[in-house]
């Protein structure tokens, strides 16, 4: 058994509470900056800043319940402390798969043969991840979203809500794909993307 401090306090680390919980690993509190969270968040104590992570990086994993990938990076990149990979039971992953240190992995996701996840990522509520896929550190796959065979993600990017990206695909870093978006080119260029298929957003 494990004890697990979460990094965040949102409804998404409270989804990740539930995972370390089904685990059978033991959920210490959360901590988070913002100083006005009740004293328990779904039963579990609201431990302070995220700097009180120092007090127990010797006894405890950590895991970031963030679900902004720029905020996971910069918390992240300045920690030296055990990274917990939360993965639902109901998950389904291949034996061959390789996810990164600090991933979340949530109910009814699938993860096929062959893939690669990176670190801290977020594969949310049942989306796809096909065989041969290579999904580079901070991505965030929403829920619903399916990703075919062979597509390659760049760090970074977020795939929204619902969206699919074809087979043999790669997307480039810094990529936000709308919810409900179909990619069917490869995307070289940083920005936002939306629409069936998909065309690069002017609005800034």
Known sequence: MKKVIIIGA???????????????????????DNTELP?????Y????????????????YFVMGIG??????RITE????????????????????????GTVVMANAVINTSAVIGKHCIINTGSVIEHDNV?????????????????????????GAGATVKNNISICADVIVGA???VVKDISESGTYIGVPVKRSLKR
Request: net charge negative; charged share 20%.
């Open 135 to 159: 999904l580079g550190d901070y991505v965030h796959v929403s829920p619903h979203a399916s990703l075919c065979g062979t597509v390659f993600v760049g760090d970074m990017t977020h795939i």
């Open 39 to 43: 004293d328990k968040i779904v039963g």
């Open 180 to 182: 409900g978006g179909v």
């Open 10 to 32: 949102s409804g998404h680390a409270k989804v990740i509470a539930d995972i370390v919980i089904k685990n059978g690993d033991e959920l210490v509190g959360f901590v988070d």
């Open 78 to 101: 300045r920690m030296d402390v055990n990274w917990y990979s939360a993965i639902h039971p109901s998950a389904q992953i291949a034996i061959d798969t390789h996810i990164g240190e």
């Open 68 to 73: 902004t990938n720029s905020i996971r990076k």
């Open 45 to 60: 104590p609201y431990l302070g800043v995220i700097d009180k992570c120092c007090e127990y990086s010797d006894s405890c």
